[in-house]
């Protein structure tokens, strides 16, 4: 069972930024938080992933509040090849299992 | 740089057949999933094997069985295929524990008549 809540869809203008957020309130002390995104019907592709502190790189920048019980992934600059599924995921580095939720359907509008 | 090969890329099935689909990773991976994906819906874990010489179920084993043959290769038998299996499967490998990206084939498509 998905531990994560996220929207089912977002849209964004090309070339603003695109903020896609995830509740996971009961996230443990162990556990990290993972975004995958998925373009049309392609194999998941890994984007980030973080424990307590923000993180970035080349592809997006990943916002976790103080209390972890949330967190924001950020595309700096969206352009119409970021139209995808975002999953938001949760496990530890010792978590066998991945499971996905519904995620979020990200609309990058022209 | 192959990463997950999965293989076929597409096959239909009648009603009541077997089939194998066959998954391979070439980045020495421990880890290895297998996922059915329907039409419009999310990615559902149906059977994972943390090493080799080990699987456990996942959200939706019903109907399938695995095979971890070796630490590069991990398959998925469908021993009487059904409609209801008609489906996307992914196959997917990552590393434990510390580096726990997953790395995704590119899916087989399968349609079940």
């Known amino acids: 069972d998905a531990k994560t809540t996220q929207p089912p869809s977002m849209d964004c203008a090309e070339g603003r930024a695109a903020n896609l957020p995830c509740n996971h309130s009961t996230i443990s002390g162990n556990e990290y938080v993972y975004w995958y995104r998925q373009i049309h019907s392609q194999g998941p592709q890994y984007i980030i992933h973080g424990l307590k502190n923000n993180e970035t790189n080349e592809m997006a920048s990943l916002i976790i509040t103080e209390d972890r019980k949330s967190s924001t992934l950020i595309l700096p600059h969206a352009t119409l090849r970021d139209t995808a599924v975002y999953y938001c995921?949760?496990?530890?580095?010792?978590?066998?299992?991945?499971?996905f939720g519904k995620g979020t359907r990200l609309h990058i509008l022209p | 740089n192959a990463g997950v090969t999965q293989t076929p890329k597409f096959q239909v099935l009648k009603t009541g057949q077997s089939m194998t689909l066959q998954c391979a990773q070439d980045?020495?991976?421990?880890?290895m999933y297998w996922y059915r994906q329907d039409p419009g819906m999310g990615l559902r874990l149906i059977y994972y094997?943390?090493?080799?010489?080990?699987?456990d179920k996942g959200e939706v084993p019903n109907g399938y069985n695995v095979s971890r043959l070796n630490k590069r290769e991990f398959s998925l038998r469908l021993e009487s295929a059904a409609p209801s299996q008609t489906s996307v499967y992914f196959c997917a490998s990552s590393d434990q524990p510390m580096n726990t990206e997953a790395f995704f084939g590119q899916g087989t498509r399968l349609t079940v008549v």
């Open positions: 980045m020495n991976h421990n880890s």
């Open positions: 094997s943390a090493s080799e010489g080990t699987t």
């Open positions: 995921i949760v496990r530890t580095n010792r978590d066998d299992k991945i499971i």
